[in-house]
């Protein structure tokens, strides 16, 4: 045994060591490279994700793999998870013909600068190819990898979140419309009277990265393992907890946007930060989840950075910060702003409460797109149409519409349900937390510390050694259930609005 494991440890080595290559060139390719040298980088990319494909399904390999599978039982809990975790990819690769692979691995390292191209231009006829192209081969794929269990974009929605179907999200989804959007109506009748001289200020980037600085000290962002460079969409990155990266962006007229995007993506990044560090080396660095991970960047964001209890310690220092800007503004009027809930066309932008409404727009398009109810090209007046339903508001372009998010320019499709779902996660897991401790008293010591050690301890430390359902019953101390989410949501905002519950 102890010989093959150390084959397995081998292989897992040049494994992680082309994965490395590849987060490093995608970081490049986000961050800083000149716009002529994606060409190239195309075949680089392809290169490299064609080695990776022959050392995982190479012959050798798969003997390794299915030694260790067979005696899984005698291996340590953590290698046992890896192999079988490892073997259900494998089994999955070898059914996508390698040259289709390759040539799919291509088209994502440019698709994403032809989205961007549309976007700047708000032209969605310039992506449309590209995207059908994305789409063709997700069809194909599905074809290759679907069983009698698992068919159509069931299979793209378990890949995201492992064990959720169309039947678990039409159920969640059916669930918080209900209950939501009666609520939403209720709460935009309501207007809430506060100072809001500061929102059409301007404001120095410079100092803005200062505060998203300090930001970082207050979340206790370690920045010996990371370190934050700008992107045209904030993102997280990182390859095991010692080297986490994330983006922002800033704007001058909005400052809002770049505090709130940091704190988001410095969710992310603490989530990695703090697992294990002895899972280093192995392929389990990684979140549990996409939806766990999303629940830790949105509590953050959210319950944690949208609370008075954080804005109650650290506005003065934004206001020292922006001594201009703020002059007269109390910290009921900046946290009555950043609660405003205004149906509005920006995911990213959008307030707690219509947010899932955002995700909702996504998945009743794709599962349409994935049961060929709807073809590419009718996608964008669809959008328009649903948002218009949903949110009660026209989209004036396509920049502003359908082209907003890189999502589908990277081939993720069934990656957008997880969004929403984290957020429901995140209220679950602030209910259990708050059983342990008052979660937003433990933020008058200006920093998170105690609420990233109850994560650590419950959640991230982990990384990805369970199954997504167990960690998030062993963190949640139960199964998922969406009331907890609804009630968080009507609680805070009938609070804010003085509604009724
Ligand atoms: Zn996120």
């Known amino acids: 045994m102890t010989k093959i494991i150390k084959q397995y440890e081998n292989i897992r080595n040049k494994i992680n060591a082309y994965r490395f290559a590849l987060f490093l060139v995608n970081w490049d390719s986000e961050t800083e490279a000149p716009s002529g040298c994606f060409i190239n980088r195309s075949k680089q990319v392809g290169t490299l994700n064609e080695e990776i494909y022959k050392l995982q399904t190479a012959k ?142 301007t404001y120095p980037i410079e100092k803005q990265k200062e505060f998203v600085k300090y930001l970082e000290t207050v979340m206790q962002y370690d920045t010996t393992r990371g370190l934050m460079k700008e992107s045209e969409h904030p993102f997280t990155s990182g390859f095991g907890p010692a080297d986490v990266r994330y983006t922002n962006h800033f704007h001058e007229d909005n400052l809002i946007s770049a505090l709130f995007s940091a704190i988001h993506e410095l969710g992310h990044a ?121 949110l009660g508001i026209e989209v004036p372009n396509d920049r502003e519409g359908v082209l907003q998010d890189i999502h589908w320019a990277c081939g993720m499709f069934g990656y957008f349900p997880t969004y929403a779902l984290g957020s429901a996660y995140a209220a679950q897991i602030f209910r259990t937390m708050n059983k342990d401790f008052k979660v937003l008293k433990s933020l008058k010591n200006k920093n998170t510390e105690e609420v990233n050690y109850w994560l650590k301890i419950n959640l991230h430390q982990y990384g990805a050694t369970m199954k997504p359902k167990v960690l998030f019953k062993t963190v949640a101390r139960g199964n998922f259930n969406p009331k907890y989410y609804i009630r968080y949501l009507i609680r805070k905002y009938s609070k804010l609005y003085q509604l009724d519950q």
Request: cysteine-free; charged content about 30%.
């Open 60 to 201: 050798e390999t798969s003997i390794i793999i299915n030694q260790l599978y067979k005696n899984r039982k005698q291996l340590d809990p953590i290698l046992s998870h890896e192999i079988v975790e490892f073997k259900r990819s494998l089994n999955r690769m070898k059914k996508v013909p390698i040259k289709e692979f390759v040539e799919y691995r291509k088209l994502l390292a440019v698709s994403p600068k032809t989205w961007q191209q549309a976007k700047k231009t708000a032209d969605f006829s310039l992506f449309q190819p590209t995207l059908e192209k994305i789409v063709d081969y997700t069809k194909r794929y599905i074809k290759y990898v679907e069983t009698k269990k698992n068919q159509g974009y069931d299979i793209l929605l378990d890949e995201y979140e492992r064990g959720y179907k169309t039947k678990d999200y039409d159920l969640f989804f059916s669930e918080l419309k209900d209950e939501l959007v009666p609520f939403i109506q209720k709460v935009t009748a309501k207007s809430l009277e506060y100072n809001d001289a500061f929102v059409n200020q």
């Open 270 to 390: 603490i989530y990695e930060q703090q697992v294990n560090p002895e899972l280093e080396n192995t392929l389990l660095w990684g979140g549990g989840s996409m939806a766990l991970h999303e629940s830790q960047s949105r509590f953050f964001e959210n319950i944690i950075g949208r609370s008075r209890g954080f804005w109650k310690h650290h506005f003065p220092r934004l206001k020292n910060t922006f001594k201009k800007q703020f002059k007269g503004i109390k910290a009921k009027d900046f946290y009555q702003y950043i609660n405003l809930v205004k149906p509005s066309l920006i995911r990213t932008e959008a307030d707690e409460l219509t947010y899932p409404i955002h995700i909702m727009i996504r998945y009743d398009i794709e599962k349409d797109l994935f049961t060929n109810q709807i073809q590419v090209k009718d996608i964008p007046a669809i959008w328009n149409v649903k948002v218009k339903e949903y």
